[in-house]
C-alpha cells in the first residue's frame, strides 16, 4: 500500500482505475501519463479485460502484451512488468497453438521475461507465481521432456515456485485461484487435494481488487463443482478460464 500512495498523481489515477475494475479507463489513464506505473496499471487492466471475458480475445491479449512491453521500456527495473508480459504470453501461447507459439518465439521471450523478474525481485509473490505457472504451463504444453530440455522447465520447479508465493501470501486469493487452476490443468487427479486446499483458501481470502473479487467467483465455482463430483464441468471450466481452446 506505501508503494501505490507513493505513485504519481497521474499513475495513482490509472492505478485506482484498475483497482476498481474500470479497465478500459485504466488503460486510457495509462497510456495518455506514459510513464513505467501508469503502463503497468494499463497492461494489468488490458490483461484483465483479456482474461474476464467469456471467449478468448488475440487482440486484447496483444495489447496487454503491447502494453507490458511499452511499461519495460520505460523502466527496465519493474518487476511487475515482466509478470503482466509473463502470463499474458502464457494465454496468447494458448490461443496460437504449438506452430504458431514458436513462430512467435513466445517461450523465447517468455523465459526471458522469468529470468529477469526473479533476478530483480527474487522473493516477490507474484514473481515467484508468475514463475510457477510458466513451468507448469510449458509443462502441459509441450511435455515433461522438451520442457525440461529447450526451457529448463520442470514441473515440480513449478510446484516449488508456487508453494513459495502462497508461503509468502497465503491471503492472496489471485495467486491461490492460480494454483489451483495451473495444478488442475496438469495433475487434477493425483493433486486433487491440494487443488481443493488452494481453493477453499482462495475463498478464504480478502478481495484486493476488482480482479481479486472475480477470481474469487470463479474459485467458489471451481470449488463448488469440485465438492459436487462434477469433474468433467471443473475441468471444462478450468481450461475456459485458462483460455485452453475446447474440443
Not at 10 to 33: C, D, K, P, V
Not at 106 to 131: F, H, I, Q, R
Request: charged share 20%; proline share 4%; with cysteine.
Amino acid at each position: 500500500m506505501a508503494a501505490f500512495l507513493a505513485l504519481p498523481a497521474s499513475a495513482q489515477e490509472a492505478a485506482e482505475l484498475y483497482r476498481a475494475g474500470q479497465y478500459q479507463a485504466a488503460i486510457a489513464a495509462g497510456e495518455r501519463t506514459g510513464s513505467a506505473d501508469a503502463l503497468i496499471a494499463a497492461a494489468q487492466g488490458a490483461f484483465a479485460d483479456a482474461t474476464l471475458r467469456d471467449a478468448p480475445c488475440a487482440a486484447c491479449l496483444q495489447r496487454a502484451h503491447d502494453l507490458a512491453k511499452r511499461a519495460i521500456a520505460a523502466d527496465p527495473t519493474r518487476p511487475r512488468a515482466y509478470v503482466i508480459l509473463t502470463v499474458t504470453i502464457g494465454y496468447q501461447a494458448r490461443i496460437a497453438g504449438a506452430l504458431g507459439s514458436r513462430r512467435a518465439r513466445y517461450g523465447e521471450e517468455s523465459k526471458a521475461a522469468v529470468e529477469t523478474m526473479l533476478k530483480l525481485a527474487p522473493n516477490d509473490p507474484w514473481v515467484l507465481a508468475t514463475a510457477g505457472g510458466w513451468h507448469i504451463e510449458l509443462t502441459r504444453a509441450i511435455g515433461s521432456l522438451l520442457s525440461r530440455m529447450m526451457y529448463g522447465a520442470p514441473f515440480d520447479e513449478g510446484v516449488a515456485y508456487f508453494k513459495r508465493a502462497l508461503a509468502a501470501d497465503p491471503a492472496d486469493a489471485t495467486l491461490q485461484v492460480q494454483y489451483a487452476l495451473a495444478l488442475s490443468s496438469m495433475a487434477f487427479d493425483s493433486m486433487r487435494a491440494e487443488v481443493r486446499a488452494a481453493l477453499v483458501a482462495a475463498e478464504r481470502a480478502p478481495a484486493r481488487d476488482a480482479y481479486d473479487g472475480a477470481m474469487k467467483e470463479r474459485g467458489a465455482t471451481l470449488l463448488q463443482l469440485l465438492d459436487q463430483g462434477r469433474d468433467a464441468d471443473y475441468l471444462a471450466l478450468t481450461r475456459r478460464t485458462l483460455g485452453i481452446p475446447q474440443g
